[in-house]
Structure formats: C-alpha cells, structure tokens
C-alpha cells in the first residue's frame, strides 16, 4: 500500500508508457506521443521478447513508485494485462499512486490459440482495478475478440471504447499519432469520466452500436 502524502506535492500527473511484446517502434502512437510530450516516460519491462508476468510487475512497480505525482497508466497489448497483474499483486488506495489508465488492445491470454509467449500472464486477472480505466478495443484485432476484450473491461470495472476496425491499434494501424486515443488519455489526466461523445466517434464503422444500443454494457 502507498501512503497520500504526494497528492499535497504533485503537480502535473506522470504518464507513464507500458508497451506490449518487443516494445512500440518509433511509428507506434505511444512512441509519438513521447516524443511529443517532454512529461512521458517509459516503463522498462525488459525481457522484451520473451515476458515474464512477475518481472514485469516487478519493472512496473518500480516506475510507478520512483515518482511523486499521480501516475496515468498507458498500455498497449500484453502491457494492459502487465498493469492488471501490478494491481492484483500489488494493490493500492483508491486512486493512488496509479490515479487512471489507458488500456488499449489487451491480448487473448486464456485461449488455446494466444501467443505461448503471453503464457504466464494468463489467466487474465478477475479483480476491479482501483483506478479510473478506459479499455480501448478494434472489431479486427488479430490478438483478441472483440468479445473478449468487452469482457475483460467489464471484469477490470472499466469504460469499453469500440475503436472500430483498427487492427491492432499498432504501429502497422496507421493511426499516426492516433488523435482520438490522445483525447480519452488527456479526459484521464484531467481526472475525469471520459465524454460519451467523443467515445462513440472512436467507432470507424457507420453503423457502429451506441451506448444506447449496449455496445459499452
């Protein structure tokens, strides 16, 4: 557990990056928005190609606990199960140090066909996450169903953002700087609930479903 003395210091929140397997390239949107903002920073999980649950956490909570200021998770791919698994072992008060995450394109590692490199972060955690979350999934990602990854948003008590068909929202995506991404992680900075508006333009389909119509359920 962490105390709250530094929410009375902390100005402006750390987000903190947490790729997923061989890290993001210089053309994936986490590295862009790095290099945009001189107050990211990245997680070094190590073990890039070959991940270990339990180092990574380990990775993790160390760039969590090394700063002062709220933290703003942001993960992409087997990062989001690395930020699941740092709040099932490691545990906090509501809200701090971690004051909210991004989690896009969490990965399939229950099933028989995931990756056998993702093996020792499965099964997912089935715990709700003490902090704000957004899950962000595509109807075309390669890595995971779009059932599933509305399943794991509901089981980790997070918002669930349909992006449309957009693969894996990766690199290979080309998505540029991925600027609807950037508006639901600046709502979470802001600290608050991400508008519903601009979350139902994240869909690239015409006749994507509407909260209304229980899509986000």
Not at 27 to 39: A, C, D, F, L, V
Not at 44 to 73: C, S, Y
Not at 140 to 145: G, L, V
Request: overall charge negative.
């Amino acid at each position: 557990m962490h105390d709250l003395d530094g929410w009375e210091t902390a100005n402006t929140p750390q987000v903190l990056m947490v790729p997923g397997l061989d890290n993001s390239g210089p053309g994936h949107w986490q590295s862009i928005w790095q290099r945009e903002t001189s107050w990211f920073d990245r997680a070094d999980m190590g073990l890039w190609e070959r991940p270990v649950r339990n180092v990574w956490v380990t990775k993790l909570n160390q760039a969590i606990r090394q700063t002062r200021a709220p933290v703003i998770l942001c993960a992409h791919s087997l990062g989001c199960l690395a930020v699941a698994w740092w709040a099932a072992l490691e545990g906090q008060v509501y809200g701090w140090p971690v004051a909210g995450a991004l989690l896009v394109a969490p990965p399939e590692v229950d099933g028989p066909d995931s990756d056998p490199r993702l093996a020792s972060f499965g099964p997912a955690p089935k715990i709700i996450l003490r902090f704000p979350t957004v899950v962000v999934a595509s109807r075309d990602d390669p890595f995971a169903s779009f059932e599933q990854s509305r399943r794991l948003a509901g089981l980790w008590g997070a918002e669930f953002v349909d992006a449309g068909e957009a693969g894996h929202i990766n690199a290979e995506s080309d998505l540029g700087n991925w600027s609807e991404g950037r508006s639901l992680l600046d709502a979470l900075i802001d600290g608050h609930t991400p508008p519903r508006q601009p979350i139902e333009r994240l869909a690239r389909q015409p006749h994507a479903p509407s909260f209304s119509e229980g899509a986000h359920q």
